[in-house]
């Protein structure tokens, strides 16, 4: 069973910076793509980043230019540098991995408040 971990979550002010980690329990690069969602209260899942098994990127419009997806094939982990960050952020955040299946992290608290 593939196991997907985030941390990295926390409390910060506008205009702060958070990274988010997604520990996974195999090879990263097993996996067809792997993704960060978000979603708010009230309002559904949205995508917020993705990252290809070849390395190729895309981010809601929304983010692009804050956040920044990589990853660290030694480590097995992804990774969401998020910038700049604004109230409307303010989300729990979840990785994501699809291989013929699709696999789901518990989510780690993101909160954007002064």
């Known amino acids: 069973q593939v196991q997907l971990v985030e941390s990295g979550g926390g409390l910060v002010q506008p205009g702060g910076s958070l990274r988010l980690s997604c520990a996974v329990s195999?090879?990263?690069?097993?996996?067809?793509?792997m993704n960060w969602y978000r979603q708010a209260p009230g309002k559904e899942r949205e995508l917020v980043a993705r990252i290809s098994s070849g390395g190729s990127t895309a981010y809601a419009d929304s983010v692009k230019g804050r956040f920044t997806i990589s990853r660290d094939g030694a480590k097995n982990t992804m990774y969401l540098q998020m910038n700049s960050l604004k109230p409307e952020d303010t989300a729990v955040y979840y990785c994501n991995a699809y291989a013929v299946n699709n696999y789901w992290g518990q989510g780690t608290q993101v909160t954007v408040s002064s």
């Open positions: 195999r090879s990263i690069f097993s996996f067809t793509v």
